[in-house]
């Protein structure tokens, strides 16, 4: 089993940037595919973006695409979401997953992580 942790998180005006962390530990050596999901306050968890971790190809959210970007650094078994351009509707909070599946698994409308837990996740509020 992997386990993550989510951090970074804060309050940011429109506009501004925040970068969120996730550490992974454990089976890491099982992963395949990280990626971020978010939820905002009183909406169900949606995907947000994922990356292969062996090809480093990555998707996203058409709402993010253009302004979020994954990169990983596979010697800390991390994976970062730099977020730019933030507006109010990205806040929520952020979710990180790391799957032995497929990194197109994470695109699936009903995801769920591969032993059903989700992290603690790291709030993200965009206000001015």
């Known amino acids: 089993q992997v386990q993550v942790k989510e951090s970074g998180g804060g309050l940011v005006q429109p506009g501004g940037s925040l970068r969120l962390s996730c550490t992974a530990s454990?089976?890491?050596?099982?992963?395949?595919?990280m990626g971020w999901f978010r939820q905002a306050p009183g909406k169900g968890r949606e995907f947000v973006a994922t990356?292969?971790?062996?090809?480093?190809?990555?998707y996203y959210s058409p709402s993010v695409k253009g302004r979020f970007t994954l990169a990983r650094d596979n010697a800390k078994n991390m994976v970062y979401l730099q977020m730019n351009s933030l507006k109010p509707e990205d806040t929520g909070v952020y979710y990180c997953?790391?799957?032995?599946?497929?990194?197109?698994?994470?695109?699936?409308?009903?995801?769920?992580?591969?032993?059903?837990?989700w992290g603690q996740g790291t709030q993200v509020t965009v206000s001015s």
């Open positions: 997953v790391a799957d032995p599946r497929s990194w197109t698994t994470l695109m699936y409308s009903d995801y769920r992580p591969p032993d059903g837990t």
């Open positions: 454990g089976r890491t050596d099982t992963t395949r595919a």
């Open positions: 990356m292969d971790v062996n090809s480093n190809r990555t």
